[in-house]
């Protein structure tokens, strides 16, 4: 384990004893004590619950030991002076480290700096003011388990003996802690009249919101976080199975025309039915719900007393209208309910009585979280500026579905998901059919609706068009008012890096709050990581944004926070991400050896025989390792090109997007150009998925629900490369994604395309590779055409983007 | 889904009234409703929570479709006669299989059939004692997510709207319902005073459990279900991994003995230090615990009203002694806590204040649960016969640790466990370790205690001795009083078949309950299975032993059920296991073209180059392959004889242990043989490991804990094998375990062995093969030694155990 602790807040013996008081570590009782030892010693009897009986806790002191020769309640009933050893001896055992396997006992400091954990600064042998200070820290340090010493303590019920003793919201160094009782959450249903008729029946759509909130919430207002999850009503995966598009046919050539930017957003205006007449008010719901579809930083939120709505917007079950897929009413779905939080929208108890009911119990401080689509309805929401919406914690999620679904005038799927589109997701979606009258009644609407979003996504260009324009969010990026932290994994084939690095410089100009973490992931949550205390960063964020706790959160937090892709439980921060401040040109040289190189040119052809192209289409990772490392048996050989860059001598950090420049020729009128930077060198990496460890679970919160403990470990065996970044281009787009050029064959064309960005160390003694191709089999379009590429090297480059520390 | 439900109660019209009376579906307001129709609305009203308002009730009966015309409000509010196909139209969406995606309206009774749902036996159009007998069916009839319906209605809220309302316990066709309130359970730690002292500090082992019990226990008994786990208080894996042996070393020729079995069972008698004297009495315990290390059945028992009480042992976290696995002291853990629970043995609330605390709670009838070790220790305690327990849910448990660590004179592991025995087990639950002082305190003991675990296994002979006769259960079987439930994997490498087989055959004259399920698992739980009941026939076997429910569990349950192999989610009855009523005896023949016969007879090698050993040390999988499949080309070609048995016409089924009869000869003065029945025949085979179902949640009660819905499925490509049975004996036990018998080079001898019990149908137009081998990569010691095995044609057969029907 190495710890990474971002949200310590800055604290003094003035402030420490404040707080430890607030949590009953200290009272007139302890004013009393003179003695450090036995002040640890109260502490740690405080520690392990005044529910149980002097002896059973004495028990509980008596199995550490403070020293080689006592245990740690022999140790401090002597009333001696306490070293700092002894102290940190106790420490780590109450962290969770074992005596013998994790640490020795005279070693105790060494160790804690080992591991990274915070240590106070003391004297030897501590006074009183010491063990407050150290105690007070030690509380704040995570355990191995990957949680606070307080959460943990919180999690064997130190709360819980008493919630009722307890200021709430408690403020414990920043952050709000778990003194919400969870086993008696408020759960209940509201829907929502937002400003869209999708199903065109003549009525506002009401649209469900699911509240999950804590009893003390009837009496003092508590903020809100809403996860807008078209996922979270259920999905229809065999519906959505049948849609998905077949992905073997060919290119072929596109008319050249000449489309202009403005020309595709048409923004049209709907003329509304009125809203229902308001018959009535109350503050009882009529409708509640057992198990929702969660989200674990949700649950470890609502312990610590912030509301959660779940909403699925139109289309979705038990909601009205049809599902639009990212557009326009996706976004208004969302922001209807951040509008009712905030008191400036109607809910009514259920959809026919039009009995209204208000969020009085939320102060109107509302953020949003969750991941992928999740995440994408919280860009689409900032982008509108709605009132009440102060912060977003914005996972994995997309900021353009054209970068989603399309790249430069092709379609490319995201990664694992070949022939999905719009209308997949807007048939996974639609769960409102889950009610059988429901599903009857709408077929017509619904039929209709989705023809036109598969006739808008129009996988035949592959071009911008104004059905990408209009889910396209960074066109309003600028209305963004809400703080803004992003996640995202470094290693996401989903949702791809280029949707954080576009979002993340529309908003650089803003005066909002932003922050980012990186990390090694692919499409992944990163809140039980052991490495790095994210849960309570976002602890920490909220308790500011939405509580208005003045505790330093936007210091704190780095700006940008990367995980290192070539050590393990390691996060370093950077100034920015893909700023491409430092570029370096670099040519690419002449290929691999066995390349046929004619006229200072090299070509490769794109078909296979039948049984290969057959065998890379159901076998993606064959056809990766093939692209990289086929020699000249391979199927690939003659079907890519790689140029290898020099061996490093040290290791060197890219940070954004390598821009590949080549001037090349297709042997037909159509064409796609694919290359990939890719990282040689036999070494150990990360594995793709973290690992979980020890199987060391995670409560979050007294009896509450539970994560399990993960982390990026080393594979057990070398590889001998990792694709550093990758990109696609239709060469009849090479002005740009909306406009058609011509293609002659046979002509050579200037074609420049960015990689998606990355964060990423490149080591000494590894070298660089560039690999240029067309099919791409995991996310393009696979025809198997008879087609022959030819790059002239002369002018060929690629732009790496070199961080300049 | 195919659905396989034992655990429905018999019932009529007045069984029907009564129940639903007590579950709040009649009363005197339904007595008034005439139209049948209107009956059905009102079940529907109700189950979807009276807490809810009508109209939000009314919208959920409208979201159902009655038939192609009408929803299901629309159709029960008209009061027109009420067809038996609308009933289950509704019934089948109430179960949540979806119209369109799972059924079609028209289409519902034939589905119900398909599904294998009981269908209730009514008039069409249906009668108000028709609607009242088919929603009371209904109600126990298990929905596409794998538990009852009224469970799924307890899930969304049913019982707990008002806990307080409910009879408790409340039984419901023979079945404990859910109606406690599981965030207000009660959990306390005792401390039973063991009649043991084996860490010999002169004081009897106290030994620490944890008590799960519902709130109502204090005023009303409840019956206790204890879990003696040696787990449950944390392992030391680092540790147990260093002491996991090295087997990479050979077979050495023994010195012949005429050991007889009784000189083997030497029981020492041992004085015990007196016990404590009590010094207080309280009902008050003095600790708590918060996340226990649970197991899913437990919980879903504790939702209805059992007790769940949590024990470790020996030699583990927070009690007193030293790990012994598997002897007497481990069985008097058990039964310690046993007595406790039923009023015949002291406890205390801490280690050293002598004040007692009695199961005041417990009603007196105890049971046990879990698997693996967690069985074996209810073998154990079963075995003494001790008062109070009451029955037994034995899952993939050893009944003989001779049968777990050796096999006939072998040394032979669990399968995945290479190198594991007694004393890395010993270690690896020597969780008092995990307190500092206790580890320093106990150095010595426990140093001691170990070496004696690792002479008394003797690694060097693999012989059966006193060590193990101490830890064979069987010897006591004929003690057992309480009913038993054994639930085994037929692909249970860890635990292997022969552990059930054996108890199962020495229980059988026995006057108790006893009944078993034997599944396509390996080393597995089996309570979150789509197609069948599991769990509800626990709740109905526990109801009936220990809230002493007359609800027919004895009959209902089938006496042995058995999951087909070559089926998906099918179940069937035997009449017996391993009974051996029906043996073919089969000529081995001929092996396999290839093979070389000489004066009939045919040899193979043991050893192997060293590049061929190593890669089959560190890949079982690839060497088990090579040795059903390997070609001429394959290094196994010539370490192993394959004989193909004729194809067969017709499915057969073997039930129970192949036995292998040869005559055997070995070039040195030592030798082991091995043997495999296989399955050839490409074709689909079930899964490994059963697999989540559509991603669906199980909750054991109103939010509370949850399983994930699982199922074997059909692999998706074929495979051309599976292994059916395996066995391994040392040439020198050709007479039994304990007895070391002469083996002179080049003589043979005749060699009997049994291969592990199975029930296995095999295809028509598959062929079953016998292969002989010595080293097992997977089990065995591995010398890659110098040897070459000869066999005797003309004497050698293998008896095949085929069913009689």
Redesign the interface.
């Known amino acids: 384990m190495k710890n990474h602790q971002y949200a310590i807040a800055k604290y003094n013996l003035k402030i420490a004893q404040k707080e430890l008081r607030s949590i009953h570590f200290l009272d007139e009782e302890t004013d009393k004590i003179d003695n450090p030892s036995a002040l640890l010693k109260h502490f740690l009897m405080t520690a392990f619950?005044d529910?149980?009986?002097i002896?059973?806790r004495g028990?509980k002191i008596?199995?550490?030991?403070a020293s080689f020769e006592e245990?740690?309640l022999t140790y401090l009933d002597k009333n001696a002076p306490l070293s700092k050893i002894a102290f940190y001896n106790i420490a780590l055992?109450l962290l969770h480290f074992?005596?013998?396997?994790d640490f020795l006992?005279d070693n105790s400091i060494t160790k804690m700096k080992t591991l990274n954990l915070p240590i106070a600064e003391v004297n030897d042998p501590m006074n009183l003011y010491d063990v407050t200070c150290a105690w007070y820290l030690l509380l704040n340090t995570r355990t191995k388990r990957g949680i606070t010493l307080i959460d943990d303590l919180a999690?064997?019920?130190y709360f819980a003996q008493n919630y009722n003793s307890f200021d709430k919201p408690l403020i414990f160094n920043g952050k709000s802690m778990p003194v919400y009782d969870t086993?008696?959450l408020i759960r209940e249903?509201v829907y929502v009249e937002a400003p869209l008729d999708t199903d065109h029946d003549g009525k506002l759509d009401l649209l469900k919101a699911e509240i999950i909130r804590p009893k003390e919430s009837n009496k003092q207002k508590v903020p809100a976080i809403l996860t807008a999850s078209p996922y979270n009503q259920g999905t229809?995966?065999?519906?959505g199975e049948k849609l998905t598009h077949n992905v073997n046919y060919g290119l072929k050539h596109k008319t050249p025309n000449q489309t202009s930017l403005s020309e595709l957003s048409t923004k049209e205006s709907v003329d509304l039915p009125a809203p229902r007449e308001v018959e009535g008010k109350t503050r009882k719901a009529?409708?509640?719900f057992?198990?929702e579809q969660s989200y674990t930083l949700n649950d470890y939120l609502l312990a610590r007393g912030f509301a959660i709505v779940y909403s699925a917007g139109v289309g979705t079950y038990?909601s009205d209208g049809v599902r639009t897929t990212g557009d326009a009413s996706e976004t208004i779905s969302a922001t209807a309910v951040i509008e009712w939080l905030a008191g400036n929208r109607v809910a009514f108890?259920?959809?026919?009585?039009n009995n209204q009911i208000e969020a009085y119990w939320s102060n109107g401080n509302v953020a949003m979280s969750g991941r992928s689509y999740l995440g994408t309805l919280q860009i689409a929401a900032a982008t509108t500026g709605v009132e009440g919406l102060k912060a977003c914690l914005v996972e994995a999620a997309i900021s353009n579905w054209y970068d989603y679904y399309r790249e430069n005038g092709l379609v490319i799927a995201p990664g694992g998901f070949q022939g999905e589109d719009a209308d997949v997701l807007a048939v996974e979606t639609y769960s409102r059919?889950?009610?059988?009258?429901?599903?009857?009644k709408n077929k017509d609407v619904w039929d209709k609706q989705l023809k036109a979003i598969t006739e808008g996504q129009d996988r035949e260009t592959g071009d911008y068009n104004a059905f990408w324009d209009a889910r396209n969010y960074l066109n309003d990026a600028k209305k963004i008012k809400a703080d803004m932290f992003f996640i995202h994994g470094l290693n996401d084939e989903n949702v791809k890096p280029i949707n954080v690095a576009n979002i993340w410089k529309a908003v650089a100009p803003l005066k909002i709050s932003k922050k980012m973490i990186l990390h090694q992931g692919q499409h992944i949550y990163i809140n039980a990581f052991q490495s790095i205390d994210f849960s309570e960063m976002v602890n920490l964020w909220f308790t500011n944004k939405l509580l208005e706790v003045e505790n330093d959160a936007d210091n704190l937090i780095p700006n940008i926070l990367v995980q290192d892709n070539a050590s393990e439980q390691s996060w370093y921060e950077v100034d920015d991400f893909d700023g491409r401040e430092n570029v370096e040109s670099v040519s690419l040289g002449t290929p691999e050896d066995g390349t046929r190189v004619e006229n200072n040119q090299v070509s490769f052809k794109d078909n296979l025989s039948d049984d290969d192209f057959n065998k890379y289409c159901h076998n993606a990772k064959q056809w990766q390792h093939d692209l990289v490392l086929g020699d000249s048996q391979s199927a690939m050989t003659d079907n890519r090109v790689i140029f290898k860059l020099d061996k490093l001598d040290n290791d060197i950090t890219l940070n954004g997007s390598a821009r590949i420049k080549i001037n090349a020729a297709s042997s037909q009128d159509f064409g796609m150009l694919s290359a990939q930077l890719v990282d040689l060198g036999e070494d150990y990496r990360l594995s793709a998925n973290p690992l979980p460890v020890?199987n060391t679970?995670i409560?979050l919160g007294?009896?509450w629900r539970?994560d399990y403990l993960r982390e990026f470990k080393f594979e057990k065996a070398k590889s001998p490369f990792k694709k550093v970044a990758e990109g696609h281009i239709n060469m009849q787009n090479r002005n740009n994604a909306y406009q058609v050029s011509e293609l002659e064959a046979g002509h050579f064309y200037d074609i420049e395309f960015d990689l998606q960005p990355n964060v990423y160390r490149v080591k000494a003694g590894h070298q660089l590779a560039v690999i240029i191709y067309a099919t791409d089999f995991d996310k393009s379009i696979r025809g198997n055409q008879d087609v022959q590429y030819t790059i002239n090297l002369e002018n060929s480059t690629i732009e790496l983007p070199v961080n300049k520390d």
């Open positions: 619950l529910s149980q009986s002896a059973i028990q008596s199995q550490m030991m245990d740690a055992q074992e005596v013998g396997e006992i999690n064997e019920g086993s008696n249903v229809n995966d065999a519906d009529e409708q509640t057992s198990r038990e108890t259920n959809k026919f009585d059919q889950k009610s059988a009258a429901e599903a009857i020890d679970r409560s007294y009896l539970e």
